[in-house]
């Protein structure tokens, strides 16, 4: 069975500061997934990862997979504040598309 | 170019009865996946429709079923409503059975049962 977990669930971070979250799953995957939600929203799309060592950028947002470690992190650079949200990262396995619990990411000023 | 649209946004139902939600994707999108979002979690799959059958299922009962008609927009029904129920009911379109990338999601349908 496919499970996804993301760590950390919580994290609070000062504007200006770096930080990475962490996808980790457990079998192969065909890609992944990461999106955004906003209280009380959908889902924004912010990546798409389809093979290993796939790397891209948006902004602030790094995000890169490691299909052999079963890995994938979105990397945050120099923080601001209008990139509180909380964070998903999703893995398809067989059609299955299955989710981690999220990042519940809050930035300080 | 309108996205994928859900309706209602919005609903009240007592234990017992019955919902449909509906959702059209986005243009040009042939393949709709259903999702249970509670609240402080995480979306949870129930299952996807291509080519107006069921490809795959998530773990939720029958009373979960589904519906995709030929111009590809779809319906979810609940039968027999839980208070568990309670959440907010996400669609997704993507183009070619999702084999092909991105999986645009709707604004949501929120469902309480009282």
């Known amino acids: 069975e496919l499970k996804v977990e993301q760590n950390p669930l919580f994290l609070s971070m000062q504007e200006g500061k770096n930080y990475t979250i962490y996808c980790n799953y457990s079998?192969?995957?065909?890609?992944l997934y990461w999106y955004r939600q906003d209280p009380g929203k959908s889902l924004e799309s912010l990546f798409v990862?389809?093979?290993?060592?796939a790397v891209k950028q948006e902004g602030r947002l790094m995000a890169s997979l490691d299909t052999k470690a079963r890995l994938s992190t979105l990397h945050i650079t120099a923080a601001v504040h209008d990139l509180s949200a909380t964070y998903f990262c999703a893995v398809v396995r067989d059609d299955k598309i299955i989710f981690g619990k999220g990042t519940r990411l809050h930035i300080l000023p | 170019d309108a996205g994928v649209t859900q309706s209602p946004t919005h609903l009240i139902k007592t234990r017992g009865q019955q919902v449909t939600l509906r959702c059209s994707p986005k243009s040009g999108h042939d393949t709709v996946s259903w999702y249970q979002q509670a609240l402080g979690q995480g979306p949870q799959f129930i299952f996807q429709y291509y080519e107006e059958e069921e490809r795959q299922r998530g773990n939720f009962p029958d009373r979960f079923s589904g519906h995709q008609f030929p111009n590809y927009s779809s319906e979810l029904n609940v039968n027999a409503l839980l208070l568990g129920d309670s959440a907010l009911y996400l669609c997704a379109s993507s183009l070619n059975g999702g084999n092909t990338g991105e999986l645009f999601f709707g604004e949501g349908s929120r469902l309480t049962v009282l």
């Open positions: 079998t192969t995957s065909d890609r």
């Open positions: 990862l389809l093979s290993n060592g």
